[in-house]
């Protein structure tokens, strides 16, 4: 099974996405965009997880707990690596320094399974869309620009998911096995 932990966003902030991807879209077809049903805040990619292993994945997200709720604000556009060779477009955010927390934590708890750390830090966005070849059309660096600062919408939250994903050509199929809360009550 290939997984992830992520964060759910919230629809208001899904459909804010949508409608820029919407325009991006039409300006070229040449990144893999993708569909806003997608979008997530992932906090560990596990990979490919035997099914086998999948109870002590749970039964170890389940102990994970912070004091308070992660708060994020979706703001920003912006490029891994950079705009020169763009791999991959995102939208940014501002969150409480206990998301990065959270996220170590979960990276720590999936070590203890055998699921490799990433090599990469951790670094809070959400995937807007993966350039094949890194060069970025004219038109969409464009309009790029005129929303590069723009906002989308806020999430505060006391829950992460586990999420299954089903590679398929018309693009990734998520599916939510499981909610664990790591907080009291969003406030």
Known sequence: ??????????????????????SFRSVTKE????????????LKFLGEVAEGKLDAVRSALAMI??????????????????EKHPRVFWAGMEATPNL??????????????????EKREFSPH??????????????LRKLIADHRQREFGSLRTNEFHLIQSKLKPGGAEYTTIATFPFAPNVE
Do not use: C
């Open 1 to 22: 099974m290939r997984l992830f932990v992520a964060l759910e966003i919230p629809s208001a902030v899904r459909q804010n996405l949508a409608t820029l991807l919407n």
């Open 31 to 42: 990144p893999r965009w993708v569909r806003a049903e997608n979008l997530h805040v992932t």
């Open 100 to 117: 990065k927390t959270l996220a170590g934590d979960i990276e720590g708890t999936m070590e203890k399974l055998g699921i490799p750390r």
């Open 126 to 139: 959400l995937t807007l869309a993966r350039f094949e070849r890194p060069r970025l059309p004219e038109a």
């Open 65 to 82: 707990r912070s004091d308070k709720t992660v708060a994020l604000e979706f703001r920003g556009l912006g490029f891994f690596p950079n």
